[in-house]
């Protein structure tokens, strides 16, 4: 089976990220990687990430916080 990564962008979704996120942990084939772009969020979008990778090591995941248009 081939192994697939997702990536997503982001910016200001600190009220819906970690709906986001459990869902796609939940599903029955996991990607290999999740990658998420934050556009520069001012919210607590960023941090609600983090705390949500550091709980949930069974997938290499990464954010990147790169300022501007996505």
Do not use: C
């Not at 009220?15 to 772009?37: A, C, D, G, N």
């Amino acid at each position: 089976m081939e192994k697939a990564s997702l990536i997503v962008t982001v910016l200001n979704e600190s009220e819906t990220i970690e709906k986001l996120l459990k869902s796609i942990f939940k599903q029955s084939v996991l990607p290999k990687e999740v990658i998420i772009v934050d556009g520069g969020s001012t919210d607590n979008t960023v941090r609600k990430i983090t705390t949500f990778f550091k709980k949930n090591q069974n997938v290499q995941s990464k954010i990147v916080v790169k300022i501007g248009n996505r």
